[in-house]
């Protein structure tokens, strides 16, 4: 039985720019204000209930009863402690290259004499408390632990706190739990959707509230972050990383059996993914349809694929010039570039994460090259940046003046003070100089 349903091969020059618009719409975005409104709701009951509401959802959206929301350490070891031996091994091996990149990335204090006797410092500090969203349902998701928790304790966060959807039994994976308590999670919250996200940022009886909120999820936690952080003294957040996205950049030297795989890769992720593929060679486009056929139906995941390939786009493009730009319009999370001249283009697009050549599956990205698979979506890439371990630090200034440091800066600040009509500004400056 053949499940796929793709719209056919669209020819980029036979559209104006309305259509063009029309066709790399993100597939979620039409359900947006139904769902804020829902997740308004939610929003509000976890505020107003607590533990209580937490409960009540999980019942109502997993349905599984929770005695509370968050398990024990006893809890979390033995699930972690029932992982397969070869599961272990895969995060073992994809922890410690997550960790060597992400160790690199540790930023250095800056130190600067502006003039003389007037020090300027750049400094970093680890935030306190964040909160990690590891989604779940029908996929387990070890590989976000590592993506979240390995930057997160190596920015020295105190307090790493892990929501996620519970299972039947009321626990999450043993996988799950393994590469929890192999990064150093501190609270484990069996919650997940719009309301883990409530609990992170309004805090409940068993759930410590967090000073930023961190990962993936479908609309309904992309919705819940964006408000959360909206509130006054709401949390802030990494960024509204929303369902998977896939754009490849194909020449006439791609392997068709490599693009439909790599499509499927992202597709399986949830019905709201997009894949899109754009090329200048309407045979590969052509023998890329029939791939996508023939691995879709041995997929165990192929109902979730094929829903999600209905916003599927295979764009012809006049020359290979010509699909780099519709790649940069875009701005994917994902951008593949299957193309002869794949490393001088990487730099050409905006994109989350980039991934260069033909051997260079996203699906490498997704779990154990060790980037991070956070990534801007809807657009975001065009200046948002991909998860990094800056984003578990805030970065703060100080400044260091002499006696006479300040009174060689005191014409300068005084007249623009005066000049901006702030005089107490211009007499803080006298006051210390007794003028």
Same mark, same amino acid.
């Given at each position: 039985? +053949?499940?796929?349903?793709?719209?056919?091969?669209?020819?980029? !020059? #036979?559209? &104006? %720019? $309305?259509?063009? *618009?029309?066709?790399? @719409?993100?597939?979620?975005?039409?359900?947006?204000?139904?769902?804020? +409104?829902?997740?308004?709701?939610?929003?509000?009951?976890?505020? !107003? #209930?607590? &533990? %209580? $509401?937490?409960? *009540?959802?999980?019942? @109502?959206?997993?349905?599984?009863?929770?005695?509370?929301?968050?398990? +024990?350490?006893?809890?979390?070891?033995?699930?972690?402690?029932?992982?397969?031996?070869?599961?272990?091994?895969?995060?073992?091996?994809?922890?410690?290259?997550?960790?060597?990149?992400?160790?690199?990335?540790?930023?250095?204090?800056?130190?600067?004499?502006?003039?003389?006797?007037?020090?300027?410092?750049?400094?970093?500090?680890?935030?306190?408390?964040?909160?990690?969203?590891?989604?779940?349902?029908?996929?387990?998701?070890?590989?976000?632990?590592?993506?979240?928790?390995?930057?997160?304790?190596?920015?020295?966060?105190?307090?790493?706190?892990?929501?996620?959807?519970?299972?039947?039994?009321?626990?999450?994976?043993?996988?799950?739990?393994?590469?929890?308590?192999?990064?150093?999670?501190?609270?484990?919250?069996?919650?997940?959707?719009?309301?883990?996200?409530?609990?992170?940022?309004?805090?409940?009886?068993?759930?410590?509230?967090?000073?930023?909120?961190?990962?993936?999820?479908?609309?309904?936690?992309?919705?819940?972050?964006?408000?959360?952080?909206?509130?006054?003294?709401?949390?802030?957040?990494?960024?509204?990383?929303?369902?998977?996205?896939?754009?490849?950049?194909?020449?006439?030297?791609?392997?068709?059996?490599?693009?439909?795989?790599?499509?499927?890769?992202?597709?399986?992720?949830?019905?709201?993914?997009?894949?899109?593929?754009?090329?200048?060679?309407?045979?590969?486009?052509?023998?890329?349809?029939?791939?996508?056929?023939?691995?879709?139906?041995?997929?165990?995941?192929?109902?979730?694929?094929?829903?999600?390939?209905?916003?599927?786009?295979?764009?012809?493009?006049?020359?290979?010039?010509?699909?780099?730009?519709?790649?940069?319009?875009?701005?994917?999370?994902?951008?593949?570039?299957?193309?002869?001249?794949?490393?001088?283009?990487?730099?050409?697009?905006?994109?989350?994460?980039?991934?260069?050549?033909?051997?260079?599956?996203?699906?490498?990205?997704?779990?154990?090259?060790?980037?991070?698979?956070?990534?801007?979506?809807?657009?975001?890439?065009?200046?948002?940046?991909?998860?990094?371990?800056?984003?578990?630090?805030?970065?703060?200034?100080?400044?260091?003046?002499?006696?006479?440091?300040?009174?060689?800066?005191?014409?300068?600040?005084?007249?623009?003070?005066?000049?901006?009509?702030?005089?107490?500004?211009?007499?803080?400056?006298?006051?210390?100089?007794?003028?």
């Amino acid at each position: 039985m +053949t499940y796929l349903s793709v719209p056919p091969i669209t020819r980029w !020059a #036979e559209l &104006d %720019a $309305a259509q063009r *618009r029309e066709l790399l @719409q993100r597939p979620a975005q039409a359900a947006e204000s139904q769902t804020v +409104t829902r997740v308004q709701g939610i929003l509000q009951q976890v505020r !107003a #209930e607590g &533990d %209580a $509401a937490l409960q *009540r959802l999980t019942a @109502q959206f997993d349905r599984v009863e929770l005695p509370t929301p968050r398990l +024990t350490p006893g809890q979390v070891e033995v699930q972690a402690a029932r992982v397969p031996a070869e599961v272990r091994a895969a995060i073992d091996a994809a922890y410690d290259n997550i960790y060597a990149f992400h160790a690199a990335q540790q930023p250095r204090p800056v130190t600067v004499e502006t003039q003389p006797g007037v020090i300027c410092e750049l400094r970093y500090a680890p935030l306190q408390r964040v909160g990690l969203y590891i989604p779940g349902g029908s996929a387990v998701l070890p590989s976000s632990v590592l993506m979240l928790g390995i930057p997160a304790a190596l920015a020295g966060c105190q307090h790493l706190v892990l929501c996620s959807p519970p299972g039947a039994d009321g626990l999450l994976s043993p996988a799950v739990c393994y590469a929890a308590t192999k990064v150093g999670v501190t609270d484990v919250v069996a919650v997940g959707g719009a309301q883990a996200v409530a609990a992170l940022a309004y805090g409940t009886e068993s759930v410590p509230r967090v000073d930023k909120i961190f990962g993936p999820g479908n609309a309904y936690v992309t919705a819940a972050k964006t408000l959360v952080s909206s509130e006054a003294g709401g949390p802030a957040i990494d960024m509204p990383a929303g369902p998977s996205e896939l754009l490849i950049v194909a020449d006439k030297t791609a392997d068709a059996a490599f693009l439909a795989a790599d499509l499927l890769s992202q597709a399986e992720h949830g019905a709201d993914s997009q894949v899109i593929l754009v090329s200048s060679s309407a045979a590969v486009l052509e023998a890329t349809c029939h791939e996508l056929a023939r691995q879709l139906d041995r997929l165990p995941r192929r109902d979730i694929a094929a829903r999600a390939l209905t916003a599927c786009r295979l764009i012809l493009t006049g020359s290979l010039d010509e699909a780099i730009k519709v790649a940069d319009d875009y701005a994917p999370e994902h951008l593949s570039l299957q193309t002869e001249r794949a490393a001088e283009q990487a730099g050409q697009i905006r994109a989350g994460s980039v991934f260069v050549g033909h051997y260079a599956p996203v699906a490498g990205g997704d779990y154990a090259t060790g980037t991070n698979h956070v990534l801007p979506t809807y657009g975001a890439a065009r200046a948002s940046s991909s998860l990094g371990l800056h984003d578990f630090l805030r970065r703060y200034t100080v400044q260091t003046l002499s006696h006479s440091g300040l009174k060689a800066l005191a014409p300068t600040v005084t007249a623009l003070a005066r000049e901006e009509g702030l005089e107490a500004h211009a007499r803080a400056i006298e006051a210390r100089l007794n003028l």
